[in-house]
């Protein structure tokens, strides 16, 4: 049994006291403690060494006072299994050296089983899992397959998605080869973490946002749905699942189709008319600006009001940013940010 | 009386015989001629001088047989006016060297008198529409006052909007100040284009999807309405107004409030979706994903059909890109584009 399980009532639609809260990319760079961590090893070391990776997962716990806890690690994990080189730069972000521009490059790439290729993995799921002490739920998570190939076909963070994009309108039949591969890697990937403990799931589909709608219907859409299914179907895993996309006010409703029972918002949508419109169907999390942490407490207590006052009374809510909290970010706006909607979303509740 | 004025029927939604189409930056870095002329002059010098000003705005007209002509300027052209120093690089785009930090700054900044700042341009609509000869229309246009802040703010093309973000949640005040003056300035200079002899204006808003509809409601509406509150109250100008976003799906019903008459569409929304819920009251432009033209032209007679499929019947829909040409595009592929809305188009019209 869980001593705070309200993230986990939140995506039940169950009743509450409060407004639970996390912070994605609670465990970053604008943690003087994390930085301290990252001095000591590079990234990748730190998200494949499972001592390491716990303590990054457990210090915006004890520091936010955060509802959930999410396992410290990246959705590139998994690729670099699939047998693509990536290097993590300071600047630039994640960088393949060698990007895929063949459908030979396509069919070479192997499905890893999360036993042989990421242990590191299960094992910081699981050793996070005992420190937690049953305090809060953990929230495993994964790229979903339309977002990875977009890393794996453009080589790095990209701003117009062009490559990815030449594929869809050029050689669609490649990338549903490489979606068709991600899904099986990302299936297995994820069941591995619900195996080992993870309570609730993300799936991050950050970059469908620059999707059309029917693009999405077909690049995207599919694939989720068939990994919701088969973590559903594999029968034990009955806790949340949560879909992200960073820019998806036009896609919500395609969302909600996905079987998602918490749909994560950006910060570009008013939460009131999510709420209209899939709110009979899914949870919301979100939606506040990460930008709004750069203001005063004051200003982020009445900004995290007005969102709480947008979506109303009930449960149904998981506050969020509405994308990852900026490495400039003061940490004590963090806490603020945690303690405001603590306080001020009581009153939302029965 | 002009040769063809399907555009301006369409922005009235008038009875047409097919669907006319011009595509954003059609002057642009995918054709040949573009960069002979840019290899003689930098692209300041092209936009001051109203005689290469006028080669290039033309280029596209009698290459692709589009239905609109736009004035080839930069939306910065009155930012620079106003005492600000700005360069325009060729890998970062433009850079202000001295962006704004203070809200002295702010002060110290002018309110530009066309004729005085910015004759070039003037001239320069007055020569296009003599070259023009009657034969299709001239649109006019400028940045909206919140685009331009992000500029001027964040001092160059940014990811995140991180500057501008901190002015709306710490300094609204400063913002505001700014807004007001660019307000002042895009009004005189939207009116010198008109009152030389632009046929329609367009304003972009290109970075305010970026913002959460209650910012834009606050930071990015409220002065796109008073420009062109001022543009009608000005007497003369009963032409159309276009207001275009780029990620605006969010906020389509705000920016039918702005008084334009058309609402410029990024390719991220399905214009079906659009035109219900505005399409009552205002024309539609867009909304092809840029990238589509990397594809065949047979790929592209496709994606194209099915945008003029989704409108539906009737005028009312000017069909564009829903962003920038990009500059890798092959000219025959503009060419393509243009043919096959012309040719597509007509079974949709009476």
Chains 1, 2 share one sequence.
Not at 92 to 115: D, N, W, Y
Not at 181 to 191: D, G, H, W
Request: glycine share 6%.
């Amino acid at each position: 049994m869980l001593q705070n399980d309200r993230f986990l009532r939140a995506c039940r639609k169950e009743p509450l006291d409060y407004t639970p809260v996390w912070i994605m990319r609670q465990a970053g760079r604008y943690m003087k403690e994390y930085r301290a961590l990252r001095e000591k090893v590079d990234f990748l070391t730190l998200c494949k060494t499972p001592e390491l990776a716990t303590q990054a997962t457990l210090l915006p716990v004890d520091m936010l006072g955060v509802d959930a806890a999410i396992l410290f690690s990246d959705i590139l994990i998994p690729v670099e299994a699939m047998g693509m080189s990536v290097v993590f730069t300071e600047n630039r972000g994640p960088v393949f050296p060698e990007p895929l521009r063949t459908e030979a490059q396509v069919k070479a790439l192997s499905i890893p089983l999360p036993e042989e290729k990421t242990p590191f993995v299960i094992d910081a799921v699981r050793q996070i899992r005992r420190e937690l002490k049953d305090r809060i739920p953990l929230i495993g998570f994964a790229g979903a397959p339309y977002t990875l190939a977009t890393y794996m076909v453009e080589g790095e963070t990209s701003r117009n998605f062009h490559q990815v994009k030449r594929w869809i309108y050029q050689s669609p039949g490649w990338l549903h080869a490489l979606l068709e591969t991600l899904t099986e890697t990302v299936s297995l990937y994820l069941r591995s973490q619900v195996e080992a403990g993870a309570d609730a799931v993300q799936l991050f589909d950050t970059w469908a946002g620059m999707l059309s709608p029917d693009e999405y219907a077909e690049f995207s859409l599919p694939y989720t749905r068939r990994i919701i299914q088969d973590l559903r179907s594999a029968g034990s895993f009955r806790g949340p699942i949560i879909l992200y996309i960073n820019g998806g006010g036009t896609l919500l409703e395609k969302m909600a189709d996905s079987g998602a029972d918490v749909i994560g918002l950006d910060w570009r949508i008013d939460i009131a008319d999510a709420r209209k419109r899939i709110g009979d169907r899914v949870s919301l999390q979100g939606n506040l600006d990460p930008c709004v942490l750069y203001a005063s407490p004051d200003i982020i207590r009445a900004q995290a009001r007005k969102i709480l006052t947008k979506f109303g009374s009930g449960s149904g809510h998981i506050f969020n940013l509405g994308h990852g909290i900026l490495p400039d970010t003061p940490v004590d706006h963090a806490r603020a940010l945690v303690e405001a909607v603590h306080q001020e979303s009581s009153s939302f509740h029965e």
